[in-house]
């Protein structure tokens, strides 16, 4: 970011009379692509300076967090952490965390970069402590995947596979336990209606099936509801499920015969708050990889290889 953006966007921010929700997150995100990170922090600073805390400024204050860690600066990256932390806080003791838009943005990256900060510095328990008492605190809000991924990252590899909830699927086929898939390796493909990394990941995947099917490679789908449909709109199940199927049929061809689990028990087990997440489980059932987020073809092919030479 240039000298001249970062002054007119901080211009912007301090001259809003209104101080729109969001304009600070969305001026911080864009500081931060632009890897202006003392920019950023600057701009939130302006702007605290002016509104006081906010919900929107404890997720804008999250967002550095997050970029101070990714580009390995441990203490900064915690510090902004335990800021956003301590400004959330102030607005959890009057409402619930989900009655804002901002507030579980803010407290989830919160607690994702404290336990990667501990797990950074070789403190990989006390991050996985830490990461179970978050979970308690938070079970029965939006938080469950984001934490769950997180401790999943730490612990899940060299893991018994989780059990995954099989009662409804979409689809045409039934889906097997992993149980019944003892013997095989598997490969589950988290995915979501509304994500786009998915749908670019699926030729990827059908791909792999082809390469791997000497090997009875198996894959897996699991998906669940969220609610709504495209646009946003409001749904119910029924009318949700009729969508996803539709999604499936125009988007996922190259997979529409894959088994694919209607399960949100399944996304809580495995900590998929990220679509796509990609877990290779060995023919014991024994987790040989955990990743949210899409993977080129390369890169799970090595890790299908490695996981079969052992």
Not at 85 to 109: H, I, N, Y
Not at 240 to 255: G, K, N, P
Request: aromatic share 8%; with cysteine; net charge neutral.
């Amino acid at each position: 970011m240039t000298l001249k953006f970062r002054l007119a966007a901080s211009a912007l921010l301090l001259c809003s009379a209104a101080f729109p929700q969001g304009s600070i997150v969305n001026a911080v995100q864009a500081a931060i692509a632009a890897n202006d990170l003392r920019g950023a922090e600057q701009m939130a600073r302006a702007f605290q300076s002016r509104t006081g805390p906010r919900p929107d400024l404890a997720a804008a204050l999250s967002w550095i967090s997050r970029a101070w860690l990714a580009a390995r600066d441990l203490d900064r990256a915690d510090a902004f952490a335990t800021e956003t932390s301590q400004m959330a806080a102030r607005f959890l003791a009057a409402r619930k965390l989900d009655e804002d838009p901002w507030l579980p943005t803010a407290v989830g990256a919160a607690i994702e970069v404290h336990a990667q900060v501990l797990a950074a510095r070789g403190e990989r328990a006390e991050a996985l402590d830490y990461l179970r008492g978050q979970l308690a605190i938070y079970r029965s809000t939006s938080l469950v995947e984001r934490i769950g991924k997180n401790i999943n990252l730490l612990s899940l590899e060299g893991k018994p596979a989780p059990t995954l909830d099989i009662a409804h699927w979409v689809g045409p086929t039934p889906p097997p336990s992993l149980a019944a898939l003892r013997g095989r390796p598997v490969l589950l493909f988290f995915w979501a209606h509304w994500c786009s990394d998915c749908k670019a990941e699926v030729p990827v995947i059908a791909d792999l099936r082809r390469a791997f099917a000497a090997q009875k490679l198996a894959v897996l789908g699991p998906t669940r509801l969220y609610g709504y449909v495209q646009g946003g709109e409001e749904a119910p199940p029924e009318a949700e499920q009729r969508y996803i199927e539709q999604v499936r049929e125009r988007f996922y061809a190259a997979l529409s015969d894959i088994p694919a689990p209607l399960s949100a028990a399944n996304f809580a087990a495995y900590g998929a708050s990220s679509t796509p997440t990609l877990v290779l489980i060995d023919r014991a059932g024994v987790v040989r990889w955990y990743h949210p987020g899409g993977a080129s073809e390369a890169e799970i092919t090595s890790r299908i290889r490695e996981m079969l030479a052992k």
